[in-house]
């Protein structure tokens, strides 16, 4: 890819953005916020906390980003079921840098609608009670649902959902064997976390890796995904521009 000047990219951000004018633009975005650890090691820092600490404040300005272009939903995977094995140390600064995003996203001069998704059960008690807070402190707000997957796995959210729906049906007094006919792609569909919202459009993943790593596995079936080589802490608004004109770009098929 050809490198450009840093002082051309004004110009450049301000074409990226006429070229979307005409073409669609997904309504449900979901982000694969990764490689703070790699850019923090890559730009000469001993403590790769510091990556997780930027890569948080980049999170309200791409929020904002959707916010101006009129898109209704961001989901962020900020960490995993597999996260959660890390050393005690980088797990406790984790839960403390996404209980921060939560609160930072649900400041009163913003307008987020702050909502997390995952087996929140794992997560320690302190963040599940901050996460609670700000779900509540934003539920009246109008502006972008942003979504905060923290102690998500795929898999683990399709057998959640499974889980849900049979003792749901149970409790209907659904015999066994009439279960099957119950279990629907549309009744698992609302028992996932996050029912009621529309599917993601599109999936960016930042760090140049280039696989779902379970995320969003049941909705993510027939989105368009854009990946980039560059890591979330240096995500800039001509890569979100770049990945939003690949979207426009592709003609959607629901199917092969």
């Given at each position: 890819?050809t490198?450009?000047?840093?002082?051309?990219?004004?110009?450049?951000?301000?074409?990226?953005?006429r070229?979307?004018r005409?073409?669609?633009?997904?309504?449900?975005?979901?982000i694969?916020?990764?490689?703070?650890?790699?850019?923090a090691?890559?730009?000469?820092f001993?403590?790769?906390?510091?990556?997780?600490?930027?890569?948080?404040?980049?999170?309200?300005?791409?929020?904002?980003?959707?916010?101006?272009?009129?898109?209704?939903?961001v989901?962020?995977?900020?960490?995993?079921?597999?996260?959660?094995?890390?050393?005690?140390?980088?797990?406790?600064?984790l839960?403390?840098?996404?209980?921060?995003?939560?609160?930072?996203?649900?400041k009163?001069?913003?307008?987020?609608?702050?909502?997390?998704?995952?087996?929140?059960?794992?997560l320690?008690?302190?963040?599940?009670?901050?996460?609670?807070?700000?779900?509540?402190a934003?539920?009246?707000?109008?502006?972008?649902?942003?979504?905060?997957?923290?102690?998500y796995?795929g898999?683990?959210?399709?057998?959640?959902?499974?889980?849900?729906?049979v003792?749901e049906?149970?409790e209907?007094?659904?015999?066994?064997?009439?279960?099957?006919?119950?279990?629907?792609?549309?009744?698992?569909?609302?028992h996932?976390?996050?029912?009621?919202?529309?599917?993601?459009?599109?999936?960016?993943?930042?760090?140049?890796?280039?696989?779902?790593?379970g995320?969003?596995?049941?909705?993510?079936?027939?989105?368009?995904?854009?990946?980039?080589?560059?890591y979330?802490p240096?995500?800039r608004?001509?890569d979100?521009?770049?990945?939003?004109?690949?979207?426009?770009e592709?003609?959607?098929?629901?199917?092969?």
């Amino acid at each position: 890819m050809t490198t450009i000047p840093n002082f051309l990219y004004p110009a450049y951000e301000a074409q990226l953005a006429r070229s979307l004018r005409d073409k669609p633009i997904p309504q449900h975005i979901a982000i694969m916020a990764d490689g703070n650890r790699r850019w923090a090691r890559e730009n000469g820092f001993t403590d790769v906390s510091h990556g997780h600490r930027v890569g948080a404040q980049k999170i309200a300005e791409v929020c904002n980003w959707c916010d101006e272009l009129g898109i209704e939903t961001v989901t962020l995977y900020l960490l995993s079921t597999e996260n959660l094995k890390r050393a005690s140390e980088e797990l406790d600064l984790l839960c403390t840098i996404i209980g921060d995003v939560a609160e930072e996203l649900a400041k009163d001069d913003a307008s987020f609608q702050v909502h997390a998704v995952g087996h929140l059960e794992l997560l320690p008690e302190s963040l599940t009670a901050r996460l609670r807070k700000n779900e509540e402190a934003t539920a009246g707000h109008t502006g972008v649902r942003v979504n905060i997957a923290v102690g998500y796995g795929g898999r683990q959210e399709i057998i959640d959902a499974v889980q849900e729906l049979v003792d749901e049906l149970a409790e209907q007094g659904v015999e066994s064997q009439a279960m099957a006919q119950r279990i629907t792609a549309e009744a698992l569909g609302d028992h996932l976390y996050t029912s009621g919202q529309a599917d993601p459009d599109l999936v960016i993943r930042t760090s140049g890796e280039q696989r779902l790593s379970g995320f969003l596995l049941w909705q993510s079936a027939y989105s368009e995904i854009f990946f980039t080589e560059t890591y979330w802490p240096a995500f800039r608004r001509v890569d979100f521009l770049r990945a939003l004109r690949s979207y426009g770009e592709r003609h959607r098929r629901f199917g092969l």
